[in-house]
């Protein structure tokens, strides 16, 4: 047997065991793993099962935009139009509902239904009339911005329906509802993209648009179907957000827009598509929550918040294409 494959079968036999993207997201969980220590260490006061728990809750809302987020960049495209339908989700819900729950059951159909439909304008934009993802979600996130200012005028909008602050705040077994809400629905998003005929036709498309149209999957029809979930999912983490601060306000989801995009790069998905699942998005979003609180525990500026998260995304970026020349 000749040395070099002596040495290549302990590598082999790793790649055996652990696939090539399961590789960043084992990553990422250790990374969080040691974070939450480190939090343990800055605050021993605190109870760390509470810490723990807090982290859970609010990666919850970062978990639900970074899907649809993920299926754009799966496509090789992206969706910066997710703060502003984050924004217009949880305004338009706690303006219908007016603090009451009479109107909840047509206002959370109707709320979902508008914020799905700005995603379906992004989709039919780049799919059909060709312009590029970057201007198309930009341009409709800065339109319907101006929409909702133009409705709202920037003021906060009346409280929430009760049932929401309820769903956000209460218990079931002991544990936070918001994390049985967060388990239910990285079950549903693993399925959907990484165990679905669509989610495969994902693949394909970000994969080799060219090859996916020579074998007939409708490229427009997928293009616009992620997109809309996207602007969904969006419409779904502002619902949240609004049941857990009470309130609802345009700017609200603005701060979770570059923490999608780094959710799903740090995950382990490729920008230029084609590669990455749902659980390393997962793993981002817990990592990135869990870096929040550790940000929080040590009083840093929302300055230095912002340059982390941008060091994070170069840093992911690099590590990609060290991959890569690998492969």
């Not at 616009?224 to 602007?231: D, N, Q, R, V």
Request: proline share 5%.
């Amino acid at each position: 047997m000749s040395e070099t494959s002596v040495t290549d079968a302990p590598a082999a036999a790793r790649r055996r065991w652990v696939s090539p993207e399961m590789v960043p997201v084992l990553g990422v969980f250790v990374c969080t793993v040691l974070l939450t220590i480190i939090i343990a260490l800055a605050s021993p006061g605190a109870v760390l099962l509470v810490q723990v728990s807090s982290i859970l809750v609010s990666a919850i809302f970062l978990a639900v935009a970074s899907f649809g987020q993920g299926l754009t960049i799966l496509l090789g495209g992206i969706d910066l139009s997710i703060g502003v339908v984050m924004g217009l989700g949880g305004m338009m819900i706690s303006g219908l509902t007016n603090g009451s729950n009479d109107a909840l059951v047509w206002a959370l159909p109707a709320t979902l239904a508008f914020c799905a439909g700005i995603g379906l304008v992004n989709g039919a934009g780049i799919a059909l009339a060709g312009i590029p993802p970057f201007i198309m979600t930009l341009a409709s996130a800065t339109s319907f911005f101006g929409l909702g200012l133009g409705f709202s005028g920037g003021a906060a909008q009346a409280p929430v329906a009760p049932a929401l602050e309820t769903l956000m705040s209460a218990h079931a077994l002991g544990v936070p509802w918001p994390i049985w809400l967060l388990f239910a629905f990285a079950v549903i998003a693993i399925a959907f993209q990484n165990g679905s005929v669509v989610g495969r036709k994902l693949y394909a498309l970000g994969s080799s648009p060219g090859a996916a149209r020579v074998l007939g999957l409708p490229a427009a029809g997928l293009t616009i179907a992620a997109y809309t979930i996207s602007g969904l999912c969006a419409g779904i983490a502002g619902l949240l957000i609004a049941g857990y601060s009470s309130a609802a306000t345009l700017n609200m989801g603005n701060p979770f827009l570059l923490p999608t995009i780094a959710a799903v790069v740090i995950g382990g998905a490729r920008v230029t598509g084609g590669r990455g699942i749902y659980l390393g998005t997962l793993a981002g979003a817990l990592f990135l929550s869990t870096l929040e609180t550790l940000i929080t525990v040590l009083s840093l500026s929302q300055g230095l918040r912002d340059l982390i998260q941008g060091a994070i995304i170069i840093v992911a970026l690099i590590a990609q294409n060290s991959r890569a020349s690998r492969s």
